[in-house]
């Protein structure tokens, strides 16, 4: 009899063992925009694989790709509302929910990436991500997430300055930042949804658009345009954000993990991308249907934007714009 009280006492020990190892089981739900052949989506599924090793599977990280779950700025309001856990929007996109987060995006405002990253990382900026999660439920799982310089393209239209680009008809999304930088060039700002840029510019709904390189390429946007023009206008910066009661809920050491593997992919991601962007340039080059165009008078892009600042600054918080920009006058040695 004793032997059986002690088996059965050793099956219930086991038995609850199994029932709170359940218990501590999380899957996050992971919602991105990102589709086959560009390097985000890759590394998203790395950063899942990583953290299920590092968690023992404590927490698992279910990735949903290529829109699948929704647009980016759908899935940035599902993150909000706790709808999926995990979302890698723009900064731009994000600014929807707090406005300054656009001011990493102001066009012409950085020398460089070193530059861009020290700020957006710094002190500077964490009043707008304190917001984010004060007001928004969400916090940064990485502020840094390299896409590249964003450069236009056109059809039928050789651009090399301001002038050039007069009336226009250029894709932008439905964002401030972008509508107000077109109509600064003299251009006609024309909102299409992403996924049907494509479409619009081989239908001629609009002259051109503005993408990174690796997005120009990736989703072969040069196939349907003439010249790639290298003004490097605005850097476009996305994030890794999570749900903060879904951050909140997880041990403290899966916190750590996931913070500490966000910031690996999105190293990885920095590196790769900037690598690649250059060879994604020359093979686009290459195709002698497009022209490449270098000789791009950007001081002339970027004095216009003078007058377009203010009222950019408006939206984002006069204090918010400030702080920035001292930020980057001291890190320039000013």
Same mark, same amino acid.
């Given at each position: $009899?004793?032997?059986?009280?002690?088996?059965?006492?050793?099956?219930?020990?086991?038995?609850?063992?199994?029932?709170?190892?359940?218990?501590?089981?999380?899957?996050?739900?992971?919602?991105?925009?990102?589709?086959?052949?560009?390097?985000?989506?890759?590394?998203?599924?790395?950063?899942?694989?990583?953290?299920?090793?590092?968690?023992?599977?404590?927490?698992?990280?279910?990735?949903?790709?290529?829109?699948?779950?929704?647009?980016?700025?759908?899935?940035?309001?599902?993150?909000?509302?706790?709808?999926?856990?995990?979302?890698?929007?723009?900064?731009?996109?994000?600014?929807?929910?707090?406005?300054?987060?656009?001011?990493?995006?102001?066009?012409?405002?950085?020398?460089?990436?070193?530059?861009?990253?020290?700020?957006?990382?710094?002190?500077?900026?964490?009043?707008?991500?304190?917001?984010?999660?004060?007001?928004?439920?969400?916090?940064?799982?990485?502020?840094?997430?390299?896409?590249?310089?964003?450069?236009?393209?056109?059809?039928?239209?050789?651009?090399?300055?301001?002038?050039?680009?007069?009336?226009?008809?250029?894709?932008?999304?439905?964002?401030?930042?972008?509508?107000?930088?077109?109509?600064?060039?003299?251009?006609?700002?024309?909102?299409?949804?992403?996924?049907?840029?494509?479409?619009?510019?081989?239908?001629?709904?609009?002259?051109?658009?503005?993408?990174?390189?690796?997005?120009?390429?990736?989703?072969?946007?040069?196939?349907?345009?003439?010249?790639?023009? $290298?003004?490097?206008?605005?850097?476009?910066?996305?994030?890794?954000?999570?749900?903060?009661?879904?951050?909140?809920?997880?041990?403290?050491?899966?916190?750590?993990?996931?913070?500490?593997?966000?910031?690996?992919?999105?190293?990885?991601?920095?590196?790769?991308?900037?690598?690649?962007?250059?060879?994604?340039?020359?093979?686009?080059?290459?195709?002698?249907?497009?022209?490449?165009?270098?000789?791009?008078?950007?001081?002339?892009?970027?004095?216009?934007?003078?007058?377009?600042?203010?009222?950019?600054?408006?939206?984002?918080?006069?204090?918010?714009?400030?702080?920035?920009?001292?930020?980057?006058?001291?890190?320039?040695?000013?």
């Amino acid at each position: $009899m004793r032997v059986d009280r002690l088996l059965a006492a050793v099956a219930a020990i086991a038995v609850l063992g199994a029932s709170l190892s359940a218990t501590a089981q999380t899957t996050l739900r992971f919602g991105h925009a990102n589709g086959e052949g560009e390097i985000a989506a890759d590394l998203f599924v790395e950063f899942a694989e990583r953290v299920a090793a590092r968690t023992d599977g404590a927490v698992t990280i279910q990735v949903f790709p290529n829109e699948q779950l929704g647009r980016e700025n759908e899935l940035v309001q599902q993150a909000k509302a706790g709808a999926i856990d995990i979302t890698a929007p723009s900064m731009a996109s994000a600014s929807l929910l707090v406005p300054s987060l656009e001011i990493p995006s102001a066009p012409f405002l950085w020398a460089n990436w070193e530059e861009a990253q020290a700020i957006i990382m710094g002190d500077a900026m964490q009043p707008s991500f304190d917001e984010l999660a004060a007001e928004h439920n969400l916090r940064p799982l990485s502020k840094i997430w390299y896409w590249g310089w964003r450069n236009f393209t056109f059809a039928g239209h050789e651009v090399h300055g301001p002038a050039d680009m007069a009336g226009l008809r250029v894709r932008v999304p439905e964002q401030p930042v972008w509508i107000g930088m077109v109509q600064a060039f003299g251009a006609s700002p024309t909102p299409v949804a992403f996924s049907d840029v494509y479409s619009a510019l081989q239908q001629g709904v609009v002259d051109g658009q503005e993408n990174p390189i690796p997005t120009i390429y990736t989703r072969r946007f040069y196939e349907v345009q003439d010249y790639v023009v $290298m003004s490097r206008h605005m850097l476009q910066n996305n994030m890794l954000l999570i749900n903060t009661s879904s951050f909140a809920n997880l041990e403290h050491e899966h916190q750590l993990v996931l913070l500490e593997e966000a910031a690996l992919v999105s190293a990885l991601n920095t590196s790769i991308q900037q690598r690649r962007e250059q060879q994604m340039l020359d093979e686009i080059d290459a195709d002698p249907d497009t022209t490449v165009i270098v000789d791009v008078d950007r001081e002339a892009f970027a004095a216009l934007m003078v007058d377009a600042y203010p009222a950019m600054a408006e939206r984002w918080g006069p204090d918010n714009f400030d702080r920035v920009v001292e930020a980057i006058e001291v890190l320039r040695g000013r």
